[in-house]
């Protein structure tokens, strides 16, 4: 009990600290100069198309989420509301105006569509036991996820900056990428907590579920996986999936499968980012 009240101490500074510090960027600041338009669409454009439609669907996953989350605790409905939802959606429309600005159309997003099988979660998760492997669930997604992006507005960053577009590095990419590791904090922290109150047939069921419902940020269907493989192709790491795949997947090796001694890294976190990366290739084989 002690436990559970410095980890909800800790998350509500954390919420409050990223409020105070890192409010939405301001769209006045961004500087949409670009010095080789056709070379950053020929090398990034779709990139930028594909973490354009991913944070512009955050209202999609807010509905996602109070369909699988009935009655979540408070900081998740602040943090969700009050930070990332504001965040996420002014990078959504920050990349999106890049596009347009490179000569693409804007990004095709779906802020509607919730699955069967999320409706079919949200109505188990009335009962307050499967609500917490739920939860379980969302934490362990919102950190693949966040990490994900991390990890590759790095990789942007460093390729946008490496082509002369100082402008876009400086007022897109970089206030961008400083926002995310907050997320995955919040994430991170929140996984801890609720695991250790966990009891075992609902860690059972947590493994279970994550090693069949796991999938790369936004590829919800094969075209996406392949859009995801296309990603990883130009940020350089579709060759080092595995490694990819470890950075992403640390924490929830750890708490998941500490019981595995030797296990690297989850296998349907590699499964997951091969496919996308073999789809991308097939595609443009054919």
């Not at 966990?198 to 859009?227: C, E, H, I, T, Y």
Request: hydrophobic share 45%; charged share 25%.
């Amino acid at each position: 009990m002690a436990q559970a009240s410095q980890t909800a101490a800790r998350l509500a500074d954390h919420v409050d600290r990223l409020g105070l510090e890192h409010p939405p960027i301001d769209l006045a600041s961004v500087d949409y100069s670009v010095r080789r338009p056709a070379e950053l669409n020929r090398r990034y454009g779709h990139v930028l198309d594909y973490m354009a439609r991913v944070e512009l669907e955050v209202d999609r996953n807010v509905l996602e989420l109070t369909t699988l989350l009935p009655d979540p605790p408070e900081i998740d409905r602040r943090f969700y509301a009050e930070v990332w939802q504001p965040q996420e959606t002014r990078h959504g429309l920050i990349l999106d105006e890049l596009q347009v600005h490179l000569g693409r159309p804007p990004a095709q997003t779906d802020l509607t569509s919730i699955g069967l099988k999320l409706r079919v979660l949200g109505a188990l998760a009335h009962l307050p036991a499967f609500q917490d492997v739920c939860r379980m669930l969302y934490y362990l997604t919102g950190m693949a996820t966040e990490r994900s992006a991390v990890l590759a507005y790095n990789l942007l960053h460093t390729g946008v900056a490496e082509l002369g577009e100082r402008a876009i590095a400086q007022t897109v990419i970089a206030p961008i990428k400083r926002q995310e590791p907050g997320h995955y904090a919040f994430y991170q922290l929140s996984a801890r907590g609720l695991w250790s109150e966990l009891a075992s047939w609902q860690r059972w069921m947590v493994r279970r579920m994550r090693s069949f419902s796991f999938a790369p940020v936004g590829a919800n269907n094969d075209r996406q996986k392949a859009d995801f493989g296309d990603l990883l192709a130009s940020l350089g790491i579709d060759r080092e999936a595995e490694e990819f795949s470890t950075q992403i997947a640390r924490v929830e090796r750890e708490l998941l499968w500490a019981h595995r001694s030797g296990l690297p890294v989850p296998a349907y976190v590699v499964k997951a980012f091969r496919e996308a990366v073999e789809l991308a290739e097939l595609r443009r084989a054919a």
